[in-house]
């Protein structure tokens, strides 16, 4: 086939009835690419020969060399069925492997069908499950592809009845996945409290349409690798005459339980139990693994021809020279099946044009899922209309992007060199001809040789001439980015043009809000110029004009505006699209760094490029300046570094596990030792006495005794719940009067805290009520808004906390007689450096209070910064921070990690290995429940942040990819082991051993955090003095 | 008489570190392992035989010279062999042994980057820089731990040097200063505001003046003490954050 003008192909698509948009889904490694290598060969874009090899749509060399897909890419290929009717075929291949399924879910948006692909071999994998569910979902017409055929005859070496029994085990899974996403939906649209329906809801919907079936010509049989595909209907065509049937008969009995009786010539049902030859071994399979017999296995020269004749095909003479087997199968089959033909036919026969977009689908695509229909205005409502019936005329242009797409700018249609017409080339070619010509009369000796010279500098100055233009404009924009963002879109309405003037509606737009639909004013939309529009042509691209609704299709120029995902309308009644339905959300979490620090700039320019080009990832700056980096899984995150390498950056970078932040607190002393047994106390030990810290200034002059108390868990969610309003109370400025609104908010916090805290143990050291100790509370640390509390139980009056009003007093009323307000801010600001750095490793500490039980100055008369000590003040702090760290090592210490909570979806084969990874990982199960309908379990779970590196690698791999885990951050939870444990009690000392070898989990983390910050780590620099490596003995 | 030294005669230590005490005009050495010394000091070495190669004391290991009785009795007083040893270990010199200063080498190191980057942030953004960048830079800076200086000295000697490979600040000080306007001459404010980085909000109330500064720490100390001076201690110095830096999670 000549390869086909894009101009021609243009014109196609504005005639919607010949347009398909369809999407290539399958498990990794399925033959997706390859798939789509022969349909584009069938395009004559690339060679038939390297069909298969290419990988045309792989255009990254990281694709290339890795041999698997990791973005979805789309070609426009056209297409002419038996009764000549044109097509136009959007084709969007799309990765396979879990870490890209971003990429797929952005592929399946933007079609209406879809061709999932199944190796006969493999069978159903998961990710062949994830798709049927997103196309499901998404509500795509899919058709089935069983893919390398050509395995079971070869590699298998299955007989053709083995072989047709293993399709139709195959096609029985496949269609069991299918079935069990339907029996779930249906059962979760269920209304379970509706007590009186007692029949389940599945029996009453018909789900017919539902399955893949031959007969209904939804499910072709291929080798894409060698080139050839067919579907019942073909070999029913062909045999129809023969067998005396007629062809629509023959369709229904082709494939199935059914053998032919040649004497009545009818098809007769129960092949099997009559132990008949069914119709498709004995009229289909028998007829290829035959020409794979004398082709691949007898090399049978001489009756090739014979059967290429009687099969119609027209073998050069060239073709039965070639030894290579693989090639002249190709040659052979690829003539009497073409894989294109059977493919597109069923593509085209099945998968709806883009204008019958369902009644439902369009409603779940245009309107967000949680709105009643009938609030939005009627105007959003008559969209719909223009959307079904995509209408290319509709003043209502409605296009959805569903990605961005970096693209070099040399590939850019408009910076690469046109290709000469045949009339420049003649020019060329005359021109050439006459400087020969002009040289021969002048040298007049015309040689052969200087004619091919000729042609030489023909060729070569027509290169310089192409490169010409393309330097000048590379040279030019040195200050643009070498990347320009193509947003990869679909025109749902109307006829987009270059130039045109959108709204690019954000996720929040609402058309039910009058607001948000006046022009100019609407808050969550902008409006936008549309750029230069293209077609997607595997990796390149070609210019485009206008296109109208239906189609795929790449829009320039709106770099600035879109992130990921946009929804663009020419009018403000539209609403957002909803969301893109991702199967997977990002968690593998690195921090990513330059390895030349000076590059930092480039790096965060080059993240950001990376968060704007992959849909799937996640960009983050941590609090401890680490650029964090969440992605799907490890080599999404190598795609990404190399993306970063090799284009958005152009530095080197260092991935490395990203730093975990702990907390530290104190716990009420325990009941039990480590084996539940009772710990008998003695009144000494009770003393809480014993556990105050006292502490005094260096010039002895100031005394303070504090102690350190677990404040309860309600408490503490309190303070931290209201973080942000203690930040806004410190940071207000003094004597400025607390808003209303404000002061009732810290009012409401007030008696909320002093519930939390009635349940509070206090030893009897005081005996205000609870709403008193809230009053006295001196400031809360670190940062003045953690939940550490500093409470004054001394006789000094501290400022009070809640107001800033009476902030000022402190500083102002000088003639109060208590000198200690002169240095309030330094006991203050000790305590805060206390609480943001525990003794245990330097992380802050959680939920502690510090009560200031004592307090004391005792200048009498002397001054107090005399002595040589330095400033009082600085004496202060330093007492009231080491006090405080006195008073939390009196009491047992506990280490506070972050938790993720953690939801699983896995069937039942995997549970077990699935609780093993988690085990090892020392996370806990909260819940797992069966869900209704399919063999699923949802497992949640909590697993501290610190082991949740590499978890969901390890996960994949013990459950064989069926398990995919989502993480979420949960809350803080208190590591119920003391780091410096060691056993102690008989029974202890009997079942750890004197060492405790099995390791303290809550002292191998501190240990770990204070070996990065370079702290005391309580560990030998060697273990056993004797075994170290000594010196020989001759030196 | 002595023996003659030959190499084939000639004993050489191994895996033996030598700690040496000189009391009483005597020199008392003990052979100890190698790399464990420091630990048995730091206390998380509590065998002494994992520490001792012997608990015998001498007057010259190599030489395998044993102290006297009466010399120990002399300076150590009525002790056991085994107290005397742990009191050379606890007193007397030696040589560190590789390992060891490898690890407290690279302690140092940790902590100092790690003050570094709590200390600093990149002026760019207000936000600190990753331990690991410091490290890095610290390293193409050619900076090398003083060990005979604490970490803060060395700290402050790293930012000085960081200052030219990178965009590096120290964090900034946040601060209050409150006195009566006319103390100082009115010059006070003056040159309280040269001192400081910034001033981000100034008020009178009455005849009292309030500043509310960002300052590097370094002037802390300065402006302290200016302030008491000026005002005979009638000033007032608050401390409002130690450090003024972004701390939240931003999403690009």
């Known amino acids: 086939m000549p390869v086909v003008d894009a101009g021609d192909l243009a014109l196609l698509q504005a005639k919607q009835q010949q347009v398909r948009n369809i999407c290539i889904l399958a498990h990794v490694d399925h033959g997706k690419t390859t798939l789509a290598d022969s349909l584009v060969a069938s395009n004559g874009i690339i060679s038939q020969r390297m069909a298969g090899k ?19 890419s789309s070609i426009s290929l056209y297409y002419q069925d038996n009764r000549n009717a044109d097509y136009l075929i959007n084709l969007i291949d799309s990765p396979g492997h879990v870490d890209f399924s971003s990429e797929v879910s952005t592929a399946v948006r933007l079609c209406d069908g879809a061709i999932v692909v199944v190796d006969v071999v493999e069978g159903v994998g998961p990710q062949t499950r994830a798709c049927l569910k997103q196309i499901y979902e998404e509500q795509l017409k899919p058709v089935l592809l069983l893919n390398k055929l050509d395995r079971l005859i070869l590699e298998k070496q299955l007989t053709p009845l083995d072989a047709y029994f293993h399709l139709s085990q195959l096609l029985e899974q496949v269609n069991a996945v299918l079935g ?32 893949f079936s031959p007969a209904a010509g939804n499910v072709v049989f291929c080798s894409a690798y060698d080139g050839w595909a067919f579907a019942v209907s073909d070999f029913a065509a062909m045999y129809a005459e023969r067998l005396e049937m007629k062809r629509s008969e023959l369709e229904q009995v082709l494939w199935g339980d059914f053998y032919y009786n040649s004497k009545k010539k009818t098809a007769q049902p129960g092949a099997q139990e009559k132990a008949k030859k069914p119709m498709f071994v004995q009229f289909v399979l028998e007829n290829i693994w035959s020409l794979y017999d004398i082709i691949a296995i007898r090399k049978d020269k001489e009756k090739l021809p014979q059967i290429a004749e009687k099969l119609g095909l027209k073998l050069a003479a060239r073709d039965l020279r070639v030894t290579d087997v693989k090639l002249q199968i190709k040659t052979v089959l690829g003539q009497w099946l073409p894989i294109d033909r059977s493919v597109l036919e069923m593509v085209v026969r099945h998968v709806p044009p883009p ?23 009627a105007a959003t409502l008559s969209l719909k209309e223009c959307f079904k019936s995509c209408d290319a005329r509709s003043e209502h242009v409605i296009a959805f992007v569903s990605k961005m797409t970096p693209v070099h700018i040399s590939q850019l249609p408009q910076n690469r060199a046109k290709r000469l017409t045949d009339q420049e080339l003649q020019q060329r070619r005359d021109e050439v001809r006459r400087r020969i010509e002009q040289r021969k009369q002048q040298s007049e000796q015309p040689t052969l040789e200087q004619l091919t ?11 310089k001439v192409d490169e010409a233009p393309a330097e000048q404009t590379a040279e030019q924009p040195a200050e643009l980015p070498e990347y320009e963002f193509i947003a990869f879109a679909r025109v749902f309405s109307g006829t987009l043009r270059r130039g045109m003037q959108l709204y690019n509606l954000t996720p929040k737009h609402d058309p039910r809000q009058p607001a948000h639909r006046v022009a100019d004013t609407a808050p969550y939309a902008t409006q936008v110029t549309v750029g230069e529009l293209y077609m997607f042509m595997g990796g390149e691209l070609q210019l485009l004009d206008e296109v109208p609704a239906g189609n795929i299709v790449g829009i320039g120029g709106l770099e600035a505006h879109i992130v990921k995902t946009a929804t663009l309308s020419s009018t403000l009644d539209c609403s957002s699209f909803s969301e893109l339905s991702i199967m997977a959300t990002p968690i593998l979490r690195v921090a990513i760094e330059p390895v030349q620090p000076q590059d930092m700039p480039k790096l965060v320019k080059g993240l950001k490029l990376l968060n704007q080009a992959d849909a799937c990832v996640q960009v983050s700056v941590a609090p401890t300046g680490e650029h964090v980096i969440t992605t799907l899984g490890e080599v999404h995150v190598e795609k990404c570094v190399h993306d970063l390498e090799q284009s ?156 800033a009003q009476s902030k000022s007093s402190d500083t102002d009323v000088r003639n109060t007689s208590d000198t200690r307000r002169d240095f309030n801010s330094s006991l203050v600001n000790g305590f805060q450096l206390t609480t943001s750095a525990g003794p245990l490793c330097e992380e802050p500490m959680q939920g502690v209070c510090f009560a200031v039980l004592d307090w004391s100055v005792h ?74 309908g399919s063999g699923n379990f949802a497992v949640t779970c909590l697993l501290p942040v610190i082991e949740s590196f590499n978890f969901a690698q390890e996960m994949r791999k013990q459950t064989s990819g069926l398990a995919c885990p989502q993480l979420m951050f949960s809350h803080w939870e208190v590591i119920d082991i ?34 990065r910050k370079g702290l005391f780590v309580d560990e030998q620099v060697v273990e056993h003095a004797e075994k170290q490596r000594t010196l020989s003995k001759n030196k | 008489m002595s023996k003659i030294f030959t190499p084939t005669n000639q004993i050489r230590l191994t895996n033996v570190a030598i700690v040496r005490l000189k009391k009483a005009g005597k020199r008392f050495e003990i052979a100890c392992y190698k790399n464990k010394v420091l630990s048995w000091r730091n206390n998380s070495e509590k065998d002494i035989d994992e520490v001792l190669q012997t608990h015998t004391i001498f007057t010259n290991v190599s030489k395998g010279q044993a102290a006297k009785k009466d010399e120990l009795q002399k300076a150590f007083g009525p002790k056991d062999d085994t107290e005397i040893c742990k009191e050379i270990l606890s007193k007397g010199e030696l040589q560190v042994s590789e390992k060891e200063r490898q690890s407290v080498l690279d302690s140092q190191l940790n902590s100092i980057v790690n003050s570094v980057a709590a200390l600093c942030v990149n002026p760019e953004t207000r936000r600190p820089y990753p331990a690991t960048i410091i490290e890095k830079s610290l390293k193409d800076a050619h900076f090398s731990v003083k060990m005979n200086k604490n970490t803060k000295q060395n700290t402050l000697e790293a930012i000085k040097m960081l200052r030219e490979h990178l965009p590096i600040e120290r964090s900034r000080m946040k601060l209050r200063v409150s006195f009566a306007g006319k103390e100082g001459g009115g010059k006070l404010k003056e040159n309280v505001i040269k001192l400081a980085n910034k001033v981000e909000h100034e008020e009178w109330e009455d005849a009292t003046l309030h500043l509310t500064l960002l300052i590097d720490p370094g002037q802390y100390r300065v402006i302290d003490e200016l302030v008491r001076n000026e005002t005979k201690g009638k000033g007032l110095l608050e401390l409002l954050e130690l450090k003024e830096v972004v701390e939240s999670d931003e999403l690009f």
Not at chain 1, 56 to 66: A, F, I, L
């Open chain 1, 180 to 211: 069990s996403i339907f029996a779930s939906d249906v059962l979760a649209k269920e209304d379970i409290n509706d007590k009186q329906n007692y029949e389940s809801a599945l029996e009453q919907v018909d789900d017919s349409e539902l399955y």
């Open chain 1, 978 to 1011: 003391d780091p410096f444990w060691l056993p102690t009690t008989e029974e202890e000392l009997m079942h750890f051993g004197e060492k405790a070898d099995s390791a303290n989990r809550a002292k191998v983390y501190m240990d770990s955090v204070r070996r």
């Open chain 1, 54 to 72: 290419l990988r045309y749509m792989d255009s990254r060399q990281d694709e290339q060399e890795r041999g698997i897909t990791m973005k979805s």
């Open chain 1, 648 to 803: 958005y950056a152009k530095i080197k970078v260092n991935v490395s596990k990203p730093i975990v932040s702990f907390r530290e607190t104190i716990v009420e002393e325990a009941t039990v030792d480590m084996l539940n047994e009772a710990i008998v106390k003695t009144a000494d030990d009770k003393d809480i006495n014993k556990k105050i810290a006292v502490q005094q200034t260096l010039n002895k002059l100031g005394t303070l005794r504090v102690l350190a108390l677990p404040l309860p868990a309600a408490a503490v969610e309190l303070l931290e719940q209201h973080a942000n309003v203690f930040k806004e109370l410190a940071a207000t400025p003094r004597n400025t009067l607390l808003s209303e609104k404000f002061s009732t908010l810290l009012a409401s916090i007030k008696s909320q805290l002093s519930v939390a805290l009635a349940e509070w143990e206090l030893h009897n050291l005081t005996s205000l009520s609870k709403a008193e100790l809230v009053e006295r509370i001196w400031a809360l640390g670190p940062r003045n808004c953690g939940t550490n509390i500093l409470l004054n139980l001394t006789d000094y009056e501290q400022p009070d906390f809640w107001s």
């Open chain 1, 453 to 463: 010279q000729g042609v030489e500098q023909l060729s070569t100055q027509a290169e």
């Open chain 1, 859 to 932: 200048s009498e008369g002397e001054d107090l910064n005399a002595r040589g000590f330095g400033p009082f003040s600085g004496q202060v702090l330093t007492a009231a921070k080491e006090v405080c760290r006195q008073a939390f090592q009196n009491q047992p210490q506990r280490l506070v990690t972050p938790m993720y909570s953690c939801n699983i979806v896995v069937n039942t084969e995997m549970l077990g290995k699935m609780y093993a990874v988690i085990g090892r990982r020392h996370g806990k199960i909260l819940s797992s429940d069966l869900t209704q």
């Open chain 1, 355 to 377: 204008h019958q977009i369902n009644e439902e689908r369009a409603q779940r695509l245009l309107y967000p899922a949680n709105v009643e229909l009938n609030t939005l205005p």
